[in-house]
């Protein structure tokens, strides 16, 4: 249910910093200095990509403080990209044909000095604690090595100072950390994942076998550290039967969280039980129905008003007819996907619970299974193969006929979670936000296709009577 990839080039120039941001790192352009630039892929995960480039450009290691979007005063520009960082080592000489400058020296671009100033002051904010957020402000990498090292030395773990940065802004931080042993994360999350951390040690509480394990708790920062699961992830496998281990664990996960459903939304998990579903057909609907009016293109077509009855009575009749199956409300996860499943020979396991929650446990596979359809598994079959392992721990409960009636059903009903789970939708700002209002509208209509593919499969059942 994500947006296709952009394969284009983005460029980015470069605020690299050291010294508590003191020193910024400079080309040199006659009398006067302009910053360092480099190009990444768009959409892809901007911090670890402007890391390589400017290792491979500079051969100087750096992380990022802040996310790589424009800053205020020069947003009207829309090439215009910013990238705040901070050099690894403090005192090493500057890279071939750049120079370490103080941070006041003059730049022979009026736009850069700005861009310049507005990174000091918001580093400034941020190490003053005026705004929030660790991550924004200059040496905090080596504060988490620090607090790292003490964790894990009672295990007998080293860190060897090699690292990995994937996310970064000012308020969350994704980082892979080498040892001597096993490799470390760390996770912080803020708004508005702030919850990550709690799901994340009930999960490591109540089903170790299935999460990673947690080895220390940065409360200051809503972080934690965690041991690196062994194993490949899901979407660089190309064989089957890892994905039919993956699909038969899912369930077997799910079948152990029941009676569990307290526990979980104590620990933050998000409650999508279908009785809570049911209340929010008519208030999303109605909010639908804003939406495509308020849409100024004509293709693709708005649903009209009575498309929207139609799907209402569709999705109204679809969660009734789930809960009476009587299947029990398991474990959840709304961002189900390939790349947060690490599979080995001796175990499955399932990474990033922000999305975790209670809800039917069948719509929690039905992502997976949309990753498959996507997929290039090898094979005949395949998306048969592992729609059978994820149903036969299920087999001791239900009979075929009602897993397979029960599977028949999740389609519609998951794209509407997948809409209505954020809470998105209910925010005025929404309407306003071109790319957001059109995404829910897309969703929507996929939702009224799925509801005319259920009605013509329930067909056939009902001239059988």
């Known amino acids: 249910m994500n947006a296709p990839n952009d394969t284009g080039q983005d460029t980015y120039r470069l605020i690299i910093t050291r010294r508590a941001g003191s020193e910024i790192l400079v080309v040199g352009n006659g009398p006067d200095w302009s910053l360092p630039r480099t190009e990444i892929p768009s959409r892809q995960r901007p911090a670890e990509q402007l890391a390589a480039a400017i290792r491979k450009t500079f051969e100087l290691e750096t992380y990022c403080l802040f996310a790589p979007t424009p800053l205020p005063s020069v947003r009207r520009k829309s090439n215009s990209n910013y990238a705040v960082m901070e050099s690894v080592k403090q005192n090493d000489p500057a890279p071939s044909g750049t120079y370490w400058m103080p941070a006041g020296i003059h730049y022979c671009d009026v736009e850069e000095a700005r861009a310049v100033s507005e990174a000091l002051g918001e580093m400034n904010s941020h190490a003053m604690g005026e705004k929030p957020g660790p991550f ?14 003490e964790e894990v030395a009672p295990l007998g773990i080293r860190l060897t100072g090699n690292f990995r940065q994937l996310n970064a802004s000012p308020t969350f931080s994704l980082i892979r950390l080498e040892t001597n042993s096993v490799a470390l994360w760390f996770k912080a999350t803020g708004k508005p994942n702030e919850h990550e951390v709690a799901v994340a040690l009930s999960l490591a509480r109540l089903f170790p076998r299935y999460v990673p394990r947690v080895l220390g708790i940065h409360s200051a920062w809503n972080g934690w550290l965690s041991a690196e699961a062994p194993g490949t992830e899901l979407d660089e496998i190309a064989e089957c039967s890892a994905w039919e281990r993956a699909a038969e664990s899912l369930a077997e996960l799910q079948i152990s969280s029941i009676g569990k459903c307290s526990e979980l939304l104590d620990g933050k998990c998000k409650d999508l039980r279908l009785a809570r579903l049911i209340g929010w057909i008519d208030p999303f609907l109605a909010r639908m129905g804003e939406f495509m009016a308020a849409q100024e293109k004509p293709s693709p077509a708005r649903l009209a008003k009575s498309d929207l009855v139609s799907l209402r009575e569709a999705l109204t009749e679809g969660c009734q007819l789930l809960k009476s199956f009587g299947l029990p409300d398991t474990l959840g996860h709304i961002d189900f996907n390939p790349g947060n499943i690490v599979v080995s020979a001796e175990s499955c396991v399932f990474l990033d619970w922000a999305e975790g929650c209670v809800s039917n446990p069948f719509l929690t596979f039905e992502y997976l299974r949309q990753h498959i ?6 094979g005949p079959g395949a998306g048969a193969r592992i729609t059978a392992a994820y149903l036969r721990p299920w087999g001791a409960f239900f ?11 999740a389609p519609l009903v998951a794209v509407f979670v997948y809409a209505v789970a954020s809470g998105r939708w209910r925010s005025p700002e929404t309407l306003r936000d071109a790319a957001a209002a059109g995404y829910l509208r897309s969703l929507t209509r996929r939702m009224y296709r799925e509801s005319i593919q259920v009605a013509e499969r329930s067909a056939p059942c009902l001239e059988s009577l």
């Open 136 to 149: 924004g402000r200059a040496g905090w990498l080596r504060e988490l090595f620090r607090w790292t090292e």
């Open 373 to 378: 359809e996507r997929s290039s598994l090898k």
């Open 399 to 409: 009979s075929p006929e009602e897993l397979q009636r029960a599977m028949s059903i």
